[in-house]
């Protein structure tokens, strides 16, 4: 019987068929909904127009951070995940600051992402938590990349 260690970190990364072909959809349809919700709060669109392009932003993007953590939970102790929380907890603050700042915090998020998603393998698969916590835990070491099963 597979405990929830196994579930949450397998010892070879869960594969998901097309997966590239996924990711490529999904983070187009990110990037466009995106703009056009930032485009529109920044052109001062009436924000029940901008709705549908909020919806498709939060569901673009938690399909993207999804297919990460189905492939194993490693994703939550590794930089690409730990900005994935700090883009949540950024954009939490939204409804809190003024409007005029709120466009500032988008941009903030954009820029954020961008460093992060164009920043190199190694550094957004770098595992934060000391060696010994990962080798207690049983979690890959750091840079130990996405392997195929043979």
């Known amino acids: 019987m597979p405990t929830i260690r196994s579930l949450l970190f397998p ?3 869960r594969q998901v068929p097309h ?3 996924i990711l490529n959809i999904l983070r187009a349809a990110h990037l466009l909904s995106i703009s056009i919700l930032v485009g529109g709060i920044f052109f001062h ?3 029940n127009l901008l709705t549908p392009w909020l919806i498709a932003t939060v569901t673009t993007g938690l399909g993207l951070f999804m297919l990460d953590l189905y492939e194993s ?3 939550l ?3 690409r995940g730990v900005s994935v ?3 949540i907890l950024l954009l939490l603050c939204i409804p809190v600051v003024n409007e005029n700042n709120q466009t500032l915090l988008l941009i903030v998020v954009i820029i954020f992402s961008s460093f992060v998603s164009h920043s190199t393998r190694r550094l957004r698969h770098k595992n934060y938590l000391p060696v010994t916590l990962q ?3 049983g979690l890959r070491s750091n840079n130990q990349f996405k392997t195929k099963p043979k």
């Open 85 to 87: 929380l700090i883009k």
């Open 135 to 137: 080798q207690k835990w």
């Open 19 to 21: 997966r590239r072909l």
């Open 77 to 79: 102790f590794e930089i």
């Open 73 to 75: 939970f490693d994703t």
């Open 45 to 47: 669109i009436e924000p």
């Open 11 to 13: 010892q070879h990364y």
